[in-house]
Structure formats: structure tokens, C-alpha cells
Antibody, heavy 120, light 110 residues
């Protein structure tokens, strides 16, 4: 069955960088677009970024464009989110999500999330 | 910037029917926005209910259905149960690779 396991979260100081990882299994990773979504404490879901199945296309929410970079390694079935110049507003649980099908990029299966806390 | 709108809260009686909506601050939602719906309980990851307007995700009971109603996407729950009490989020595809979530609806079953 589909499994997505995020890691790399933790407490980081403002202005520092952090890389999140999402390990995928149970499906052919290289066939699906992948997303990152975040949720600040007590707030709603915010779409962060998407990367196409082959890594050739990447799109970002305006709120993270520039400091955040999405990438993937299809040989390792792994999705990444490199976050730099972190601010308090980036404090959130970060989820990776697999597109529902190979035809649509609609978000489908979700990981359990990893918490990033930006604080001095 | 276009905002995706959802009712902040809604209440339904057990066994009742409720329709949650997902709109745009400017314009109408159509199937071209590929609306999807997600259910989330506190402390848990979201669960996909509906994608591409009206396709149910695997394992989702058929009492959850998606549609376009007027100028909004809609999620209808028929025969509401106590464990349907959750937060519900919609997301819309805005084009250019960009997706935007609504603010979510807190559904109370009582």
C-alpha cells in the first residue's frame, strides 16, 4: 500500500535552513507528481509546492517562492523540500502528498507530516 | 489575489444531510478547477474524500459526494454520522501549476 514518510523536521533558528525528506513506497514513485502542503498550528492547510513526475516542472506558492526548493530523486523514491531563510511564519506541520493518479495532479495520498518550528 | 472560500462552520443532525461549498472570491468554480475535498480530524493527516469534482477516493463511503452547484464546488454528506465531525478542506487548481486551499469548514454533528 502507499506509504509516505516525512522526516527532517525540528527546531531551527530564524534565518537558517532545513531540508525535509519524504520517503515513498508502495507505488511507482517516478510516475506521479508530488506535493508539499503545510499547516501552521491551529490553522488550515496551505499548499506549498508541486513537482512533476520527472522533476522537469516545479511550481510554488507565492509565500515560499524563492526560499523553498522542491526536488526529487526517482532512483531513491524520495521527495525533498529545501527551506532556507526560515521565518516564524514557516512554523508548521509539513505534509508530502502524492497525486491521486498519473493523469491528474490532484492531491491524493498523504504522509503523517513532520513538524518544523522556527524559533530562536 | 483570488481567495478560495468555505463556510467557517456548519452543523448537521445525525442522519441528516449537509452540503459544504467551495467558492472563489472572484468568479465561478467549474470542473476546470479540479476541486478536491479532504477530511481532517485533530492531530491527524488529511484524508482525501473526493477529487476531480466528483470521484470518490478508495474506501470513501458513497454518502460522500462531490458536485458543482451553481458557481461553487460542493461536498454533500448524506446520513451524517458522529464520526463525520471533522474539518473539511477543498482545494482548487488555479492554473499555472498552482493549487489553493480554502480556509476549511468545521463540521459539527449534533
Amino acid at each position: 500500500q502507499v506509504q509516505l514518510v516525512e522526516s527532517g523536521g525540528g527546531v531551527v533558528q530564524p534565518g537558517r535552513s532545513l531540508r525535509l525528506t519524504c520517503a515513498a513506497s508502495g507505488f511507482t514513485f517516478s510516475n506521479y507528481d508530488m506535493h508539499w502542503v503545510r499547516q501552521a498550528p491551529g490553522k488550515g492547510l496551505e499548499w506549498v509546492a508541486v513537482i512533476s513526475y520527472d522533476g522537469s516542472n516545479k511550481y510554488y506558492a507565492d509565500s515560499v517562492k524563492g526560499p523553498f526548493t522542491i526536488s526529487r530523486d526517482n532512483s531513491k523514491n524520495t521527495l525533498y523540500l529545501q527551506m532556507s531563510s526560515l521565518r516564524g511564519e514557516d512554523t508548521a506541520v509539513y505534509y508530502c502528498a502524492k497525486a491521486m493518479t498519473t493523469v491528474t495532479s490532484s492531491l491524493g495520498y498523504w504522509g503523517q507530516g513532520t513538524l518544523v518550528t522556527v524559533s530562536s | 489575489q483570488t481567495v478560495v472560500t468555505q463556510e467557517p462552520s456548519f452543523s448537521v443532525s445525525p442522519g441528516g444531510t449537509v452540503t459544504l461549498t467551495c467558492g472563489l472570491s472572484s468568479g465561478s468554480v467549474s470542473t476546470s478547477y479540479y476541486p478536491s475535498w479532504y477530511q481532517q480530524t485533530p492531530g491527524q493527516a488529511p484524508r482525501t474524500l473526493i477529487y476531480t469534482t466528483n470521484t470518490r477516493s478508495s474506501g470513501v463511503p458513497d454518502r460522500f459526494s462531490g458536485s458543482i452547484l451553481g458557481n461553487k464546488a460542493a461536498l454533500t454528506i448524506t446520513g451524517a454520522q458522529a464520526d463525520d465531525e471533522s474539518d473539511y478542506y477543498c482545494v482548487l487548481y488555479m492554473g499555472g501549476g498552482i493549487w489553493v486551499f480554502g480556509g476549511g469548514t468545521k463540521l459539527t454533528v449534533l
